[in-house]
């Protein structure tokens, strides 16, 4: 039997639910209704009390949240998407960042964003938050590539002591499915390598790893062995992972849904070029969604974020310089 990304995403806060008492779920719609995405069905029923429906109020979600972690508690928020977190935006940058900082009291929340595009969703329900809530000290920030990697980080995220921008893919929820849940896993800051090669090191995180190893599968029919990184989190940031695969293959493309400017993929190429500058055989480039809204046409958003083809269209640039 297996396993879809948003039933990972279910199992995982039904287990943080029955494993500490702290715990509790607040959101829109996250009660009997189970969700925008259904991503706690049935868990109000499992746990009374505990499963609770928010105002129409990101700024006020997020803010109680703050209050009940210094209080002791350990809660989980639900955006309904990524994009609406911004109406919470000072409660997550200038509190709870700056928390523990400036009161030595931790603050241990989780906050959920439905992240990224699907076809038809248009500019206001797609975009990919993951740089901005990077570039805030105190926050943590996943983007969890895998139905293995979906479960255990969102475990490890309720238990971590700071805040943490749990950025969970939304075109992954029914598209990706695994075998089994994991029983061990890689801690949050640690890449992985997705694909070994030898002639170019692509570095993606969150859906981008998946057409990554797409387009490598099909230029390994032409005889080029593309390596593939998983960032899995983006804050912290595994340079070195990144830096040793660069090593191997003398080359690198970082990949990302969200727009070009101060990005992840820009993070991932300075540091390269900062601290890895005699590993490159080529210049280092990056390839991000197009410098617009997201398009609500699906054959306009096919073709404004980085796709197989795209990607491929890039290594094959870059292999021949």
């Given at each position: 039997?297996?396993?879809?990304?948003?039933?990972?995403?279910?199992?995982?806060?039904?287990?943080?639910?029955?494993?500490?008492?702290?715990?509790?779920?607040?959101?829109?719609?996250?009660?009997?209704?189970?969700?925008?995405?259904?991503?706690?069905?049935?868990?109000?029923?499992?746990?009374?009390?505990?499963?609770?429906?928010?105002?129409?109020?990101?700024?006020?979600?997020?803010?109680?949240?703050?209050?009940?972690?210094?209080?002791?508690?350990?809660?989980?928020?639900?955006?309904?998407?990524?994009?609406?977190?911004?109406?919470?935006?000072?409660?997550?940058?200038?509190?709870?960042?700056?928390?523990?900082?400036?009161?030595?009291?931790?603050?241990?929340?989780?906050?959920?964003?439905?992240?990224?595009?699907?076809?038809?969703?248009?500019?206001?329900?797609?975009?990919?938050?993951?740089?901005?809530?990077?570039?805030?000290?105190?926050?943590?920030?996943?983007?969890?590539?895998?139905?293995?990697?979906?479960?255990?980080?969102?475990?490890?995220?309720?238990?971590?002591?700071?805040?943490?921008?749990?950025?969970?893919?939304?075109?992954?929820?029914?598209?990706?499915?695994?075998?089994?849940?994991?029983?061990?896993?890689?801690?949050?800051?640690?890449?992985?390598?997705?694909?070994?090669?030898?002639?170019?090191?692509?570095?993606?995180?969150?859906?981008?790893?998946?057409?990554?190893?797409?387009?490598?599968?099909?230029?390994?029919?032409?005889?080029?062995?593309?390596?593939?990184?998983?960032?899995?989190?983006?804050?912290?940031?595994?340079?070195?992972?990144?830096?040793?695969?660069?090593?191997?293959?003398?080359?690198?493309?970082?990949?990302g849904e969200a727009w070009p400017w101060g990005g992840v993929t820009a993070e991932v190429v300075a540091r390269v070029a900062c601290e890895g500058f005699d590993l490159l055989d080529a210049?280092?480039?990056?390839?991000?969604?197009?410098?617009?809204?997201?398009?609500?046409?699906?054959?306009?958003?096919?073709?404004?974020?980085?796709?197989?083809?795209?990607?491929?269209?890039?290594?094959?640039?870059?292999?021949?310089?």
């Open positions: 039997m297996s396993i879809t990304y948003l039933e990972a995403i279910r199992e995982a806060q039904a287990k943080a639910l029955a494993d500490d008492p702290r715990v509790y779920i607040y959101g829109q719609d996250v009660g009997n209704f189970g969700g925008a995405f259904k991503a706690t069905k049935n868990l109000a029923k499992e746990f009374p009390g505990r499963v609770i429906d928010a105002p129409l109020s990101e700024d006020a979600i997020i803010g109680s949240a703050i209050g009940a972690a210094i209080e002791g508690m350990r809660p989980i928020i639900e955006m309904q998407y990524a994009d609406f977190s911004t109406c919470g935006l000072n409660q997550i940058v200038n509190h709870a960042a700056t928390l523990f900082w400036r009161t030595q009291v931790a603050c241990p929340i989780t906050i959920r964003l439905p992240s990224g595009g699907t076809a038809g969703s248009g500019p206001f329900h797609s975009q990919s938050m993951e740089a901005l809530y990077a570039t805030y000290p105190g926050l943590i920030v996943m983007t969890p590539a895998t139905v293995e990697d979906v479960y255990s980080m969102l475990l490890e995220a309720v238990a971590i002591d700071d805040p943490v921008i749990f950025c969970e893919h939304k075109y992954l929820y029914y598209h990706l499915k695994a075998e089994a849940l994991p029983t061990e896993a890689l801690p949050t800051g640690k890449a992985r390598i997705a694909r070994p090669g030898r002639d170019i090191t692509v570095v993606a995180y969150s859906a981008m790893v998946h057409e990554a190893l797409a387009m490598a599968e099909e230029l390994a029919t032409e005889g080029t062995e593309v390596e593939v990184v998983d960032l899995r989190s983006v804050k912290p940031l595994d340079t070195d992972t990144v830096l040793a695969s660069v090593a191997r293959t003398g080359r690198l493309l970082a990949v210049p280092p480039r990056r390839l991000n969604a197009k410098e617009t809204p997201v398009p609500f046409h699906p054959n306009l958003w096919g073709t404004h974020r980085p796709t197989a083809r795209s990607i491929a269209i890039a290594v094959r640039d870059i292999l021949r310089q």
